[in-house]
């Protein structure tokens, strides 16, 4: 039984310690082998699109270059205890865990963290992905709260251990996703209270369970014997939009959740692949709610890990965990469209060895069609990458697995490893180049490469796919499917950027050629492009700014371009925050960008709690931001 210090490792952390897992992986080897054959920084690690064509040049700092492509002056790195953006542009907080949604919620109270019976009608916790819909004339916001932080929420109790249900049911209600409608007005962008639209989803709120595995038998408990509805969505962390105006929460690190009264009580074989465990992580909801008691409710665990469709124009539906997209530690949900009109969802499992998915619909889009059955017939793939530069999807079916299609889609990694995939550095946020057919995928870090097997006890070793031994850094994979066809079964690939640091590194810890003194930053997690085909890219790493990270400072926002590699500083976060999740509104004039797990006193001053939030940054010339 380990104390309540580990609530305050990351998940990541957590797991590992927990069950140690192994560091070298087969993409370590190709990366290896690639770098040995090619020579470092060639070949398989590029710097842009057209970097061969424009070499090394194009990618040094230059403010009036950067200015002219970006459409600012790039920051030097922070350290304090605030946000940052360029000259010429204004950022505010549009709101904060705790503000009230509706008129009839009082304003929040520093000394307890809000009364618990407000918690499902204030802004939730830790925000992570969001997308902006515009619906009719209104702009609504759907906002992941990915996690709680227990000192902060219940500061009441010691170490902010719940001591009941009540304080149980406080932490359920300010997790899970908001809805929310926003409006410009004279003093900038605001909430708009007691909107129609206005929803609070959370760990309590029904689901419906759809695709394969409905109705199997590993989903059925006492209180649903049919397998087919749940409560609550879990540790909603990236997100996605559908053409089709839904939006896709993805629940990643739900194994936390979960413990056992009797931590004598033997757990099913498959829990330890997901992290499950009898201790659970310090969320204490097995001592107060049976609901997540494995001793009691085994099944419960494997009713989350799911992407969850969210329509956000109808607050009475009905949220929807899509069993076809695979069950695993989801980060995003990158949806692009093949060039029949199918519908092809990318995604990551963060996990270290774990691996990269992408399902692809059987039927295709239609305007204005039928799409209840997009998400649920399809076929899931999960990504194989060789040591040439080329790399295939491959198919997870019961021909290709020896599972049923139920058990594929909810023992997803198990599926993945019996057909051979690269396991991969924790894949977080993927995203999908507008304007040329390309993913990106950030592969955050692995300070632990090649020492350890992944949970699957698979015989590649854990690392990752990158070239360094104790990765640091991260760095970001780019692939581009053959024919430029989404849905095709073949791809090539390459390393857009390795994150390093040449002030304190030579040779592959300084990073790949687009990486110098003024773009510094390690562990690379939220992507997101915009209209023009630029690359948003946010960090949640090391803040501490001195030996391997000196000269970083917080973790930051910044913009790259896939032609030239070049990549250059935005925005800056306050210290101790992750930046994470972006939108732009309506009219691509306001840039939404969420501020999670920050220090005190961010943002409300001296001797108030920290509370994460969302803001809003805006040009002083009213210009567009994306």
């Known amino acids: 039984m380990h104390d309540f210090d580990d609530l305050h490792l990351s998940a990541d952390d957590w797991d590992e310690l927990h069950d140690p897992r192994p560091e070298e992986s087969d993409f370590d080897r190709v990366m290896a082998a690639a770098l040995s054959r090619r020579g470092f920084l060639s070949g398989?690690?590029?710097?842009?699109?057209?970097?061969?064509?424009?070499?090394?040049?194009?990618?040094?700092?230059?403010?009036?270059?950067?200015?002219?492509?970006?459409?600012?002056?790039?920051?030097?790195?922070?350290?304090?205890?605030?946000?940052?953006?360029?000259?010429?542009?204004?950022?505010?907080?549009?709101?904060?865990?705790?503000?009230?949604?509706?008129?009839?919620?009082?304003?929040?109270?520093?000394?307890?963290?809000?009364?618990?019976?407000?918690?499902?009608?204030?802004?939730?916790?830790?925000?992570?992905?969001?997308?902006?819909?515009?619906?009719g004339d209104r702009q609504l916001i759907a906002v992941n709260h990915e996690y709680v932080n227990r000192d902060v929420n219940l500061p009441q109790r010691m170490d902010g251990a719940p001591e009941n249900l009540e304080d149980v049911r406080k932490l359920q209600n300010l997790q899970g996703v908001t809805v929310m409608e926003v409006a410009p007005g004279d003093d900038g962008w605001r909430v708009v209270t007691d909107s129609p639209y206005t929803r609070r989803i959370t760990h309590l709120t029904p689901m419906r369970i759809s695709g394969p595995a409905a109705g199997y038998d590993l989903l059925r408990t006492e209180a649903d014997p049919s397998g087919t509805q749940a409560l609550?969505?879990?540790?909603?962390?990236?997100?996605?939009?559908?053409?089709?105006?839904?939006?896709?929460?993805?629940?990643?690190?739900?194994?936390?959740?979960?413990?056992?009264?009797?931590?004598?009580?033997?757990?099913?074989?498959?829990?330890?692949?997901?992290?499950?465990?009898?201790?659970?992580?310090?969320?204490?909801?097995?001592?107060?709610?049976?609901?997540?008691?494995?001793?009691?409710?085994?099944?419960?665990?494997?009713?989350?890990?799911?992407?969850?469709?969210?329509?956000?124009?109808?607050?009475?539906?009905?949220?929807?965990?899509?069993?076809?997209?695979?069950?695993?530690?989801?980060?995003?949900?990158?949806?692009?469209?093949?060039?029949?009109?199918?519908?092809?969802?990318?995604?990551?499992?963060?996990?270290?060895?774990?691996?990269?998915?992408?399902?692809?619909?059987?039927?295709?889009?239609?305007?204005?069609?039928?799409?209840?059955?997009?998400?649920?017939?399809?076929?899931?793939?999960?990504?194989?990458?060789?040591?040439?530069?080329?790399?295939?999807?491959?198919?997870?079916?019961?021909?290709?697995?020896?599972?049923?299609?139920?058990?594929?889609?909810?023992?997803?990694?198990?599926?993945?490893?019996?057909?051979?995939?690269?396991?991969?550095?924790?894949?977080?946020?993927?995203?999908?180049?507008?304007?040329?057919?390309?993913?990106?995928?950030?592969?955050?870090?692995?300070?632990?490469?090649?020492?350890?097997?992944?949970?699957?006890?698979?015989?590649?070793?854990?690392?990752?796919?990158?070239?360094?031994?104790?990765?640091?850094?991260?760095?970001i994979v780019r692939w581009r499917p053959a024919g430029a066809d989404h849905a095709a079964d073949d791809f090539t690939w390459d390393l857009y950027v390795m994150a390093g640091n040449p002030g304190v590194h030579e040779g592959a810890d300084a990073g790949s050629a687009n990486i110098h003194a003024g773009n510094l930053f390690n562990s690379p997690d939220g992507m997101a492009f915009d209209s023009t085909g630029r690359l948003w890219i946010q960090t949640d790493g090391s803040d501490s700014n001195e030996g391997d990270f000196a000269g970083m400072g917080n973790n930051q926002m910044l913009v790259g371009d896939p032609v030239s590699g070049r990549i250059e500083r935005f925005m800056t976060g306050p210290n101790g925050s992750e930046v994470t999740g972006l939108c732009w509104s309506a009219d691509r004039r306001a840039m939404f960008v969420g501020i999670q797990h920050p220090d005190a006193p961010f943002p409300d001053g001296e001797g108030r709690l920290p509370r994460s939030s969302v803001v809003v940054v805006t040009r002083k010339d009213g210009g567009l931001v994306g």
């Open 232 to 475: 609550g969505t879990f540790n909603n962390c990236g997100s996605g939009r559908t053409p089709w105006g839904t939006y896709l929460t993805c629940e990643e690190n739900f194994n936390g959740y979960f413990g056992a009264s009797d931590e004598g009580t033997a757990l099913p074989e498959d829990y330890a692949r997901y992290g499950i465990r009898a201790e659970g992580r310090g969320y204490d909801y097995h001592k107060y709610d049976p609901r997540f008691d494995v001793s009691k409710n085994p099944g419960e665990p494997r009713r989350a890990g799911y992407v969850v469709e969210i329509d956000p124009a109808d607050p009475a539906s009905t949220p929807v965990k899509r069993s076809a997209l695979g069950r695993f530690k989801h980060e995003n949900a990158e949806v692009v469209l093949a060039q029949d009109g199918r519908v092809v969802v990318y995604m990551g499992d963060d996990e270290r060895g774990e691996f990269l998915y992408k399902y692809v619909s059987d039927a295709a889009y239609v305007p204005g069609g039928d799409t209840g059955a997009l998400l649920d017939a399809g076929t899931l793939y999960v990504a194989r990458f060789l040591d040439n530069g080329s790399g295939q999807w491959l198919a997870l079916t019961p021909e290709t697995t020896g599972m049923s299609q139920a058990e594929i889609c909810i023992l997803t990694r198990q599926a993945a490893s019996t057909v051979g995939a690269t396991t991969m550095d924790r894949p977080e946020w993927v995203a999908a180049n507008p304007v040329m057919a390309e993913g990106y995928c950030a592969l955050t870090n692995n300070k632990n490469r090649g020492i350890k097997p992944n949970a699957g006890g698979d015989a590649t070793p854990v690392g990752g796919p990158n070239p360094r031994g104790e990765n640091r850094y991260g760095q």
């Open 44 to 135: 398989l690690v590029a710097v842009g699109s057209g970097a061969a064509a424009m070499g090394l040049g194009a990618v040094l700092p230059g403010a009036a270059e950067a200015a002219e492509r970006f459409g600012f002056v790039p920051i030097p790195a922070q350290t304090d205890g605030t946000v940052h953006v360029p000259e010429g542009y204004d950022w505010k907080v549009l709101i904060r865990w705790g503000d009230p949604l509706f008129s009839d919620v009082a304003g929040f109270d520093n000394a307890t963290g809000g009364a618990a019976g407000d918690a499902d009608r204030v802004f939730g916790e830790n925000t992570d992905g969001m997308e902006l819909f515009s619906v």
